[in-house]
C-alpha cells in the first residue's frame, strides 16, 4: 500500500497554545496582545502559504529491520527495537508543509522582523508534527478491519529516541519521496527544512508502551513519550 495525500491547512492546523508553548511559553499563561497579534499574523501567512502533504507505503517487518539498521549508527538499545516487533503493521513516511513558509521566515529574517519570523517558525515547525499525525491517521483508516479495534498508529521519527539521523538515509532509499518534492541533503537534512519522515507505527497501546531509561533519554529535553503513551491509552 502506497498512499500520496495533500491535506487542506485546517487538517493540520495546530493549536495556538502548541505554538505558544514551542515559542517557551507556558501553555496555560495569559496571551499578552503583541503576542496575540503576531500570532495570528503568523496564521494568515502559514494559511497561505502551506502546502501540507505526505506520502506513505506498507513495508514488511523484515524490510523495515533493514531500512532500521541503516548505517548501523543507531544506539544499542531503543525505543523502536521493542516497538516494532510488536506492531501489528508498518509503514514508511514522509511528510511536508513545502518551501513558501520557509521562503518567508526567511524573508521575514532579512527584513528585520524577527519575532513575526520565529512565530511563523514555531507555526511551521508544529504544522509538520500535524501532518505527521494526519499521515498516521490516514494510515490507521486504510488498516480498518485489518488490525484490532484498540489499535492506534504513531509516528517514530530517525534523530530521536536513538534512531540515527542518518537513518534516514535509507528510509528515502525505500519509499524516493519525490513525488511530494521532499529530497535529502548529504548532512541528513530535508529540503524543505519543514519536513518530517519515519515509521508509521499501529499497534495497542501495549504495543508503544516502553519505559524511558535509556542514557539517551538523560539528554532529552522534549521527554514527549509519555504523552504519546497516553495518547495511546486515551
Ligand atoms: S525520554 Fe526522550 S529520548 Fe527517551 S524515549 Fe522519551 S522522548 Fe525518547
Not at 503583541?34 to 523484515?62: H, M, N, Y
Not at 522582523?113 to 507555526?123: E, Q, T
Not at 530535508?190 to 515509521?199: D, E, F, I, R
Request: glycine letters at 6%; charged letters at 25%.
Amino acid at each position: 500500500m502506497r498512499r500520496l495525500i495533500r491535506f487542506a491547512f485546517d487538517d493540520v492546523r495546530p493549536a495556538d497554545e502548541e505554538v505558544l508553548t514551542r515559542m517557551g511559553m507556558p501553555g496555560d499563561a495569559p496571551v499578552a496582545p503583541a503576542v496575540r497579534t503576531l500570532l495570528d499574523d503568523a496564521l494568515e501567512k502559514i494559511a497561505a502559504l502551506a502546502e501540507p502533504r505526505g506520502v506513505f507505503q506498507s513495508i514488511s517487518k523484515a524490510d523495515y529491520e533493514m531500512v532500521y539498521r541503516g548505517e548501523g549508527r543507531n544506539a544499542a538499545e531503543s525505543p523502536l527495537e521493542l516497538i516494532a516487533p510488536r506492531a501489528e503493521a508498518l509503514a514508511l513516511f514522509v511528510g511536508t508543509i513545502g518551501e513558501n513558509t520557509g521562503k518567508e521566515i526567511r524573508t521575514l529574517f532579512r527584513k528585520d522582523d524577527p519575532a513575526l519570523a520565529m512565530m511563523l517558525d514555531a507555526f511551521a515547525s508544529e504544522t509538520t508534527n500535524r501532518v505527521a499525525e494526519a499521515l498516521s491517521r490516514t494510515f490507521l483508516h486504510e488498516l480498518h478491519g485489518q488490525i484490532s479495534a484498540a489499535a492506534r498508529v504513531l509516528p517514530y521519527s530517525p534523530g530521536y529516541c536513538g534512531w540515527h539521523v542518518t537513518g534516514q538515509r535509507a528510509l528515502f532509499a525505500a519509499i524516493h519521496p519525490h513525488d511530494i518534492g521532499v529530497t535529502l541533503q548529504p548532512s541528513c537534512l530535508m529540503t524543505p527544512l519543514k519536513s518530517v519522515s519515519g515509521v508509521l507505527v499501529a499497534g495497542d497501546a501495549a504495543v508503544h508502551r516502553f519505559r524511558p531509561q535509556w542514557a539517551f533519554c538523560d539528554e532529552c529535553r522534549e521527554r514527549d513519550c509519555g504523552p504519546r503513551m497516553a495518547s495511546v491509552r486515551s
